[in-house]
């Protein structure tokens, strides 16, 4: 009954993300599980660019302001339901390129690195999945260095 629940609350959240969505069903399953509630207050830093983290986010109510020191335009405010970031969190030595910082009461879906390894040390397709994350920084990272 669990996996039925997180799959329709989150489900479409997985889905929609660039690197899970090529997941098999099973391992999308596992990811809608893993995932944890969390809620920021305003003005409270999700995220600060330059650290080490361990958790990526996905916004479920809420606006942030994400800002970064390497963009022309520095400040983006992302209101959007299924909105994500932390993404570099998941790779091991991967640092944000980002400061994320609450507007407003925020409410999250979070997925743990070690959640993250886990799920795709089990994963047929792990490698892809790593991969596929790894490309999706990559690309994020040069979009902020341009």
């Known amino acids: 009954l669990s996996f039925s629940v997180a799959s329709h609350i989150n489900g479409s959240m997985i889905e929609s993300t660039p690197f899970f969505s090529r997941c098999d069903q099973s391992t999308k399953q596992i990811i809608v599980t893993a995932l944890q509630s969390r809620v920021f207050t305003p003005l409270d830093i999700i995220a600060k660019e330059g650290d080490n983290g361990f958790e990526m986010f996905f916004l479920q109510r809420g606006r942030v ?62 490698l892809s999945v790593q991969n596929s994350v790894q490309h999706y920084v990559n690309q994020k990272k040069s979009r902020y260095q341009k």
């Open 65 to 126: 302001t994400i800002s970064t020191s390497q963009m022309s335009l520095p400040v983006i405010t992302s209101s959007s339901k299924g909105d994500f970031f932390g993404e570099c969190y998941l790779l091991d030595s991967e640092t944000s390129c980002e400061t994320v910082t609450a507007c407003v009461y925020c409410e999250f879906y979070v997925l743990s690195q070690d959640d993250f390894k886990e799920i795709v040390e089990s994963a047929d397709e792990r």
